[in-house]
């Protein structure tokens, strides 16, 4: 039986993407050089921006914004949350990792969500789109996460840029899906409406698709957040700083407690910006 | 009203994938079935030819599916004409340039939806204001001009809530309003009061009809139902599988049907439309919530609005009897505080349910002195008076009754 199967010789995929990773590296040296050398100043910036606020200032800052957003529903427990959480990472000598996590999250989900939404409209906008894209981020969601660090590693080398990467790819789909799904179920009557009245295609996105697809738009942005906050271990592996690089350590030298602690940090850091999205998303609409 | 506003000339529109073949087929005069079988592509509007007038209320009457829907919008071209032409004031619209439909649509024709399509995110001024946003008209000027459309239509003090905290027939009045701002010279109506319930359907078309008294605007108006193409159309034409059959005033349709298929249209409707007394009910004034007001308010309510009766419900408009302002007068008299409606209220009322062929009415209101309530369940939807009745009996559309009384 398996000489019928092995009639065709084995396909040397594994050699094709290896050999066209390894030109691309070299052809597109400079380009990867250039986002490499953008990136890690973008992340720098960010990152001594941060911590060149002083914990004190930055606690303080957070919980008033937590309290902000939920005077209007009487809901005292975020703001405490946020206070003891952000209290208690502090006190386990988290507060730099945090800050690096915090910045690697940031610029993650920001390119994210601006290569995202573009790209979702674009595949609401026209069906030969979405049939292009649509397997590529089925691709993009179940390809195993780890697997995108090796060319990250070729293009960029090691450290937050890789990460970035990784975390992108990774973390995109869910903002692609979601805009593309909250602007195809936009009735049709108020598409019709915006036409009739004579909008260009600009003020029917702008006016009425963009308003009306705004909290399926943001479901998908929330996602994609905690998508990249969840790929912060597996960015450590290839140097990237933070709370996963601890945690990563903790699981090397098979520290129980530390590994929790700094689990526990990613924790605190993931509730308080889901809470974050969805208070904002809901306060909107 | 004689000029020539829009004519339409061998229009057609076809869905599907052989579109030249149907279009070969369509101009040699076959019928959408035939088109359908040999192509596999639907011919929603099928060669059609027609002239709208300035100033006229020219409505397009079908059942679902008859291709009404599909011809109102190639006029503004929310759906693009396969063939033929639309000219209004001299101009092919089917020829246009996108930037040129634009300026149609932004300032010669507006549209009004049948579930009418507000925008949910913005409040009743910026959707009624929406037309003159997207012409960059700028905010305090649009502002003033969609307030004063939201003043004509009376529901300025709504001005800043959202559309879902408006009833349907005030949600399609913003819907109006919303067209009218624009100040466009013809008004696209696709089954525009087809959605509100029976009453609130017949104030629109009195609403619309008095607006056309003042703006004179060119109204092209779609609808399924024949009463509301008697009722607000200067002239009607009537569309079967994507072909206009007939075009004519009311009094033709009714009186001259073109063929077999308008006649039955006509037959069918009339009984079961206009003879149900749906049609024909009015709203009770004199009525009263008991879980609300007590006699005493009742009372007070009868001598104000000089009532002789007041009909009673509960808080779910279910109707529970009616009382008699001399019989209130004097339990009060007799029992002051203590008097309640147990003490008075009758239930001897004919009721009849609002799907009930208006004959069979004519009978209770001989025998009595008060109106005959509508119900729907144990919900109070109307009443019927006397006056309904000679009302109906006097309408324009006297020969279609006269038939049906014969029945």
Redesign the interface.
């Known amino acids: 039986m398996s000489s019928i199967l092995s009639v065709f010789p084995q396909l040397p995929i594994a050699d094709v993407v290896e050999k066209l990773t390894a030109s691309l590296t070299v052809s597109g040296g400079w380009f990867f050089h250039g986002v490499q050398v953008a990136g890690s100043t973008l992340t720098d910036g960010i990152t001594e921006f941060l911590q060149a606020v002083p914990p004190v200032a930055f606690i303080l800052i957070v919980v008033a914004a937590s309290y902000a957003i939920t005077r209007k529903n009487k809901n005292r427990i975020l703001p405490i949350f946020v206070a003891l959480g952000l209290l208690l990472i502090y006190n386990q000598q988290l507060w730099s990792p945090f800050i690096d996590t915090l910045s690697l999250i940031i610029l993650s989900s920001l390119l994210s969500i601006l290569i995202g939404v573009p790209l979702g409209i674009l595949m609401s906008k026209s069906n030969r789109v979405q049939t292009v894209i649509t397997p590529i981020l089925d691709f993009m969601q179940t390809m195993p996460a780890f697997v995108y660090l090796i060319p990250a590693v070729a293009f960029f080398g090691i450290g937050v840029v890789p990460g970035v990467f990784a975390s992108i790819i990774f973390a995109l789909p869910p903002t692609v899906r979601l805009t593309n799904l909250g602007i195809r179920q936009v009735?049709q009557?108020?598409i019709?409406?915006?036409?009739?009245?004579?909008?260009?295609e600009w003020?029917k996105l702008l006016?009425?698709d963009l308003?009306?697809a705004?909290s399926t738009i943001m479901a998908g942005i929330n996602q994609t957040i905690m998508l990249s906050l969840s790929m912060v271990v597996i960015a450590s592996m290839i140097g990237a700083p933070g709370l996963g690089r601890d945690v990563l350590s903790a699981l090397q030298r098979a520290q129980v407690g530390n590994g929790f602690v700094a689990g526990l940090g990613i924790v605190v850091l993931a509730i308080i910006i889901d809470r974050f999205a969805q208070k904002l998303n809901k306060k909107g609409? | 009203m004689d000029s020539v506003k829009i004519e339409v000339k061998n229009l057609t529109k076809v869905f599907g994938k052989n579109v030249n073949d149907a279009l070969e087929l369509s101009k040699k005069n076959k019928s959408k079935d035939e088109i359908m079988k040999k192509t596999k592509s639907t011919v929603a509007v099928n060669n059609v030819n027609f002239s709208i007038y300035e100033g006229e209320i020219f409505v397009i009457m079908g059942l679902s599916g008859s291709g009404k829907s599909t011809l109102i919008?190639l006029f503004?071209r929310?759906i693009e004409p396969t063939a033929g032409s639309i000219i209004l004031d001299g101009q092919d619209i089917s020829k246009l340039a996108k930037k040129d439909l634009?300026?149609?649509?932004?300032?010669k024709?507006?549209?009004v939806?049948?579930?009418f399509?507000?925008?949910?995110?913005r409040t009743i001024l910026d959707n009624t204001s929406?037309?003159l946003?997207?012409?960059g008209i700028d905010l305090p000027e649009r502002n003033t001009i969609a307030e004063k459309a939201l003043e004509q239509a009376g529901l300025l003090a709504y001005k800043d809530q959202y559309p879902h905290q408006l009833s349907g027939g005030m949600q399609q009045r913003v819907g109006l309003a919303r067209a009218l701002a624009?100040d466009p010279e013809i008004l696209?109506m696709d089954e525009s009061f087809s959605a509100l319930d029976p009453l609130i359907r017949r104030d629109m078309q009195d609403e619309l009809m008095e607006l056309q008294d003042k703006v004179k605007k060119t109204i092209v108006f779609i609808t399924h139902d024949l009463n509301e193409a008697l009722k607000i159309g200067d002239r009607i034409a009537i569309m079967k599988d994507g072909e206009i059959i007939q075009i004519g005033t009311g009094e033709d349709i009714l009186t001259n049907p073109a063929n077999d298929y308008v006649c039955r249209f006509v037959e069918g409707v009339d009984r079961t439309r206009i003879l149900s007394v749906e049609h024909i009910m009015s709203r009770p004034h004199a009525i009263i919530n008991t879980n609300k007001a007590g006699i005493h308010t009742a009372m007070n309510q009868m001598l104000h609005n000089d009532n002789s009766y007041l009909l009673l419900t509960n808080s779910q408009h279910e109707f529970l009897g009616y009382i008699i302002d001399k019989d209130t007068a004097l339990v009060i008299k007799r029992k002051g505080v203590a008097a309640s409606y147990q003490d008075v209220v009758k239930k001897n009322l004919y009721t009849v349910s609002f799907d009930t062929p208006i004959p069979k009415v004519y009978k209770y209101l001989l025998s009595q002195e008060l109106p005959v309530v509508v119900l729907e369940g144990k919900k109070i939807r109307g009443i019927i008076t006397r006056r309904s009745i000679i009302e109906l009996l006097s309408a324009v559309n006297a020969p279609a009754i006269s038939e049906v009384e014969a029945v």
């Open positions: 009735p009557e108020l019709e409406a915006a036409e009739a009245f004579g909008s260009t003020q006016k009425v308003p009306i705004r609409s | 919008r503004n929310l634009l300026e149609v649509r932004r300032h024709m507006s549209m939806f049948q579930n399509a507000l925008f949910p995110h929406y037309g946003e997207i012409r624009n696209l």
